[in-house]
């Protein structure tokens, strides 16, 4: 009996599903089933780059010849060439993010209240209501299109597509519908706030009603999506309770004749982060995405099959921009945004799974937030943050990206040179390799452009040679070299020159007395030339005043004394014998140097052991008890630490040390950690324990009282 009954819904999704042809991909959801799917077709089988475009919208849509789609700046709608992305002809029409649509021989344009109808042969407009009440929410089907409300956002209005004129409306109540519509046999199926609605396509007369809620508390999406004789939704609502429900996170099946509810799978595990959420269906199962992971579920029971990670699983990212799933042909594909990949890494790509094991066919890395996929003749089509990109079968690009342009040196030391770079804009550039004196050293990866060659010799002159590679591994053959060389390692030794004027008699003491400078000269040993590091107590500084033997006068002191016999080379004593102070050694070096034995001179300024390696980051705990990484400065030294941002999930607490070191709490906040209150004295300790901790602590004492009485 199951048998029959699986076989039955997949006959009947076959007979129900509007599906387009292989060449096409006409609107999100690929059919007014949306679906998300197509068993027609060559699906992509590599990761190459086949051409891009600049744009700033979410929705585009695909014939077997050209894609349609606005311009960035959304003041022209373009159809370009499927192959090459060349312009075919342009439509001066201001939009913002519409959603787009194949019709016949027309391309259908909905935006915020603006509805375009424009014959896909030539952009000739067959007719256009620039005062629909209309939303990007949308679905067409025999000749109209149905669009949530704008002003009214639970309104469906259904608009005639061969004169855009107002046909019918229906009112759901105060319950909001940001859901896409879908469409069967001349019904309309949407969810919204307070239901799932279906009506009648004709009249807009309701055909039933369900308390299935669609959209809830400000950030749920749950579009219906129709395959054989069943409803599937995949629901999200924000932390409030959706209209008393608190199994806000579930992949639920409708009956689609009457509504009511064939199974339902609810797991926390089921969040997803995003707006545009559409399971697919596909050969009798269905496949939704959640922020880091792909469920599979039996289409008739509802069982989950499987599921694995998207980008490995690392790191669930709150509201990551996702785009799918899509299925061609027995081929997943999905786009991940954040996530990161053993924690440096951002995903921000595009992965391709066979159906038959889930094993990873190929990963496209975009380097931006992906929206909405497409795939037409082994071709995938994707909006993102960072344009439109089609990715391209293999050996449809031959082409290298441009080299890197202003190579340059911008520091460096004795043992090290760091080089900066501009990538070039190529959307396929991938790598930029990097080679020192003919050695490879390493692949820089967009989007890093620079550099730091270490361990080095001083004095010695390199050069870095580079040429970039793109997603498909095509390398420019060009070289882009520059030649540096590292800093002179000076070694200063010092010298002393003493000065002595002559004693004379202070008066007002009764000492012979003289003055004494000292003058310190470096002289570099590896003669640099130029002084790069010259210490700074090079020179000349007054010595402290040089007192020796009695002379008259000085209120009674003894008289007729002789002054002191300056003996040649004789040097006073300026230090504590073997003492030691700070100085500053070669290369601004924090360096120590001894006093002489006789105390007459200081020694060589030698370096002290650095702390650590310049550059070289290190894990700490900070301000708060926070996360966070200390960076070691050029001189070898620690620098402060310094919090880094560290994702939390909303609502969590840790403990922190707030002002004064007070205990303290810290409360997570969209993701981040708050700042560090300091908790009340009444919650650190709690009066009502107190007087229990005495009571434990006397019955203590007197259990030990009576052991030792015993005892004795």
Same mark, same amino acid.
């Given at each position: 009996?199951?048998?029959?009954?699986?076989?039955?819904?997949?006959?009947?999704?076959?007979?129900?599903?509007?599906?387009?042809?292989?060449?096409?991909?006409?609107?999100?959801?690929h059919?007014?089933?949306?679906t998300?799917?197509?068993?027609?077709?060559?699906?992509?089988?590599?990761?190459?780059?086949?051409?891009?475009?600049?744009?700033?919208?979410?929705?585009?849509?695909?014939?077997?010849?050209?894609?349609?789609?606005q311009?960035?700046?959304g003041?022209?709608?373009?159809?370009l060439?499927?192959?090459?992305?060349?312009?075919?002809?342009?439509?001066?029409?201001?939009?913002?993010?519409?959603?787009?649509?194949?019709?016949?021989?027309?391309?259908?344009?909905?935006?915020?209240?603006?509805?375009?109808?424009?014959?896909?042969?030539?952009?000739?407009?067959?007719?256009?209501?620039?005062?629909?009440?209309?939303?990007?929410?949308?679905?067409?089907?025999?000749?109209?299109?149905?669009?949530?409300?704008?002003?009214?956002?639970?309104?469906?209005?259904?608009?005639?597509?061969?004169?855009?004129?107002?046909?019918?409306?229906?009112?759901?109540?105060?319950?909001?519908?940001?859901?896409f519509?879908?469409y069967?046999?001349?019904?309309?199926?949407?969810?919204?706030?307070?239901?799932?609605?279906a009506?009648?396509?004709?009249?807009?007369a309701?055909?039933?009603?369900?308390?299935e809620?669609?959209?809830?508390?400000?950030?749920?999406?749950?579009?219906?999506?129709?395959?054989?004789?069943?409803?599937?939704?995949?629901?999200?609502?924000?932390?409030?309770?959706?209209?008393?429900?608190?199994?806000?996170?579930?992949?639920?099946a409708?009956?689609?004749?009457?509504?009511?509810?064939?199974?339902s799978?609810?797991?926390?595990?089921?969040?997803?982060g995003?707006?545009?959420?559409?399971?697919?269906?596909?050969?009798?199962?269905?496949?939704?995405?959640?922020?880091y992971?792909?469920?599979?579920?039996?289409?008739?029971?509802?069982?989950?099959?499987?599921?694995?990670?998207?980008?490995?699983?690392?790191?669930?990212?709150?509201?990551?921009?996702?785009?799918?799933?899509?299925?061609?042909?027995?081929?997943?594909?999905?786009?991940?945004?954040?996530?990161?990949?053993g924690?440096?890494v951002?995903?921000?790509?595009?992965?391709?799974?066979?159906?038959?094991?889930?094993?990873?066919?190929?990963?496209?890395?975009?380097?931006?937030?992906?929206?909405?996929?497409?795939?037409?003749d082994?071709?995938?089509?994707?909006?993102?943050?960072g344009?439109?990109?089609?990715?391209?079968?293999?050996?449809a690009?031959?082409?290298?990206?441009?080299?890197?342009?202003?190579?340059?040196?911008?520091?460096?030391?004795?043992?090290?040179?760091?080089?900066?770079w501009?990538?070039?804009?190529d959307?396929?550039f991938?790598?930029?390799?990097?080679?020192i004196?003919?050695?490879?050293?390493?692949?820089v990866?967009?989007?890093s452009?620079?550099?730091?060659a270490?361990?080095?010799?001083?004095?010695?002159?390199?050069?870095?040679?580079?040429?970039?590679t793109?997603?498909?591994?095509?390398?420019?053959?060009?070289?882009?070299?520059?030649?540096a060389?590292t800093?002179?390692?000076?070694s200063?030794?010092?010298?002393?020159?003493?000065?002595?004027?002559?004693?004379?008699?202070?008066?007002?003491?009764?000492?012979?007395?003289?003055?004494?400078?000292?003058?310190?000269?470096?002289?570099?040993?590896?003669?640099?030339?130029?002084?790069?590091f010259?210490?700074?107590?090079?020179?000349?500084?007054?010595?402290s005043?040089?007192v020796?033997?009695?002379?008259?006068?000085?209120?009674?002191?003894?008289?007729?004394?002789?002054?002191?016999?300056?003996?040649?080379?004789?040097?006073?004593?300026? $230090?504590? +014998?073997?003492?030691? *102070?700070?100085? %500053? @050694?070669? /290369?601004? &070096?924090? #360096? =120590?140097?001894? !006093?002489?034995?006789?105390?007459?001179?200081?020694?060589?300024?030698?370096?002290?052991?650095?702390?650590c390696?310049?550059?070289?980051?290190?894990?700490?705990?900070?301000?708060?008890?926070?996360?966070?990484?200390?960076?070691?400065?050029?001189?070898?030294?620690?620098?402060?630490?310094?919090?880094i941002?560290?994702? $939390?999930? +909303?609502?969590?607490? *840790?403990?922190c %040390? @707030?002002? /004064?070191? &007070?205990? #303290? =709490?810290?409360? !997570?906040?969209?993701?981040?950690?708050?700042?560090?209150?300091?908790?009340?004295?009444?919650?650190l300790?709690?009066?009502?324990?107190?007087?229990?901790?005495l009571?434990?602590?006397?019955?203590?004492?007197?259990?030990?009282?009576?052991?030792t009485?015993r005892?004795?």
């Amino acid at each position: 009996m199951k048998k029959w009954k699986l076989a039955w819904i997949f006959v009947a999704g076959l007979l129900l599903m509007n599906v387009a042809s292989a060449s096409d991909w006409p609107m999100y959801g690929h059919d007014n089933n949306r679906t998300s799917s197509s068993s027609e077709g060559t699906p992509p089988i590599t990761n190459s780059s086949s051409w891009n475009y600049t744009t700033s919208t979410n929705f585009f849509a695909i014939d077997d010849t050209a894609v349609y789609i606005q311009n960035e700046s959304g003041n022209t709608f373009n159809k370009l060439d499927v192959d090459t992305g060349e312009v075919i002809w342009s439509k001066g029409i201001s939009l913002t993010n519409p959603v787009i649509f194949i019709n016949g021989s027309n391309v259908v344009i909905m935006d915020i209240d603006n509805l375009y109808v424009l014959a896909r042969s030539d952009g000739s407009t067959i007719c256009s209501n620039t005062s629909a009440n209309g939303s990007r929410y949308a679905v067409i089907g025999d000749n109209r299109i149905y669009v949530n409300g704008h002003n009214l956002k639970s309104m469906i209005n259904a608009y005639n597509l061969s004169d855009c004129s107002k046909e019918w409306s229906y009112y759901a109540g105060s319950g909001q519908a940001y859901t896409f519509p879908a469409y069967y046999n001349e019904v309309v199926y949407y969810g919204a706030g307070n239901g799932t609605f279906a009506l009648n396509a004709n009249t807009g007369a309701l055909v039933w009603r369900t308390n299935e809620h669609a959209y809830c508390a400000g950030n749920g999406m749950g579009s219906p999506v129709i395959y054989g004789t069943m409803i599937f939704m995949h629901r999200l609502s924000g932390d409030a309770n959706c209209f008393g429900l608190t199994d806000r996170k579930r992949v639920v099946a409708l009956n689609l004749a009457d509504g009511t509810e064939a199974w339902s799978k609810t797991s926390a595990n089921y969040a997803n982060g995003g707006t545009l959420i559409l399971p697919a269906v596909y050969n009798d199962n269905v496949y939704i995405r959640t922020r880091y992971k792909i469920y599979t579920f039996n289409a008739s029971n509802g069982s989950v099959i499987t599921e694995w990670n998207i980008c490995d699983g690392n790191s669930d990212v709150a509201d990551a921009p996702l785009a799918g799933p899509i299925v061609v042909n027995n081929t997943l594909i999905v786009g991940r945004s954040d996530g990161w990949v053993g924690g440096v890494v951002p995903c921000r790509s595009v992965f391709a799974y066979n159906l038959s094991d889930n094993s990873e066919i190929w990963k496209y890395y975009l380097g931006s937030y992906p929206s909405m996929l497409s795939a037409v003749d082994d071709k995938v089509y994707i909006t993102s943050s960072g344009g439109f990109r089609v990715i391209g079968p293999a050996g449809a690009d031959t082409t290298p990206p441009a080299s890197i342009s202003n190579l340059m040196e911008i520091e460096w030391n004795t043992t090290w040179i760091l080089w900066n770079w501009t990538n070039p804009a190529d959307a396929d550039f991938n790598h930029t390799e990097v080679w020192i004196n003919g050695t490879f050293y390493v692949n820089v990866s967009t989007p890093s452009y620079q550099y730091n060659a270490t361990g080095l010799t001083p004095s010695t002159t390199y050069m870095i040679s580079t040429r970039t590679t793109d997603h498909t591994g095509n390398v420019n053959a060009t070289w882009i070299n520059d030649t540096a060389t590292t800093s002179c390692l000076e070694s200063w030794v010092a010298s002393y020159v003493y000065t002595y004027s002559t004693y004379i008699c202070n008066g007002d003491t009764g000492y012979y007395e003289r003055t004494a400078t000292e003058t310190k000269i470096y002289t570099d040993t590896n003669s640099c030339g130029t002084p790069w590091f010259l210490p700074l107590d090079n020179g000349t500084q007054a010595l402290s005043l040089q007192v020796d033997g009695t002379c008259g006068g000085g209120g009674g002191g003894v008289g007729g004394g002789l002054p002191p016999v300056n003996l040649p080379g004789e040097l006073p004593k300026i $230090c504590e +014998p073997m003492s030691t *102070r700070a100085c %500053l @050694g070669p /290369n601004f &070096c924090k #360096g =120590e140097e001894t !006093c002489s034995a006789d105390g007459t001179r200081w020694g060589q300024c030698i370096c002290l052991p650095k702390e650590c390696r310049p550059g070289t980051i290190k894990d700490c705990i900070g301000p708060g008890l926070c996360k966070g990484q200390m960076i070691c400065t050029a001189e070898g030294e620690w620098g402060p630490c310094i919090c880094i941002e560290e994702k $939390c999930k +909303p609502g969590e607490k *840790r403990p922190c %040390l @707030g002002p /004064n070191d &007070c205990p #303290g =709490e810290q409360v !997570c906040i969209d993701g981040v950690w708050g700042p560090c209150i300091c908790l009340p004295e009444e919650e650190l300790f709690p009066a009502p324990l107190f007087p229990w901790f005495l009571i434990v602590l006397m019955g203590v004492i007197s259990t030990l009282t009576i052991y030792t009485w015993r005892s004795e």
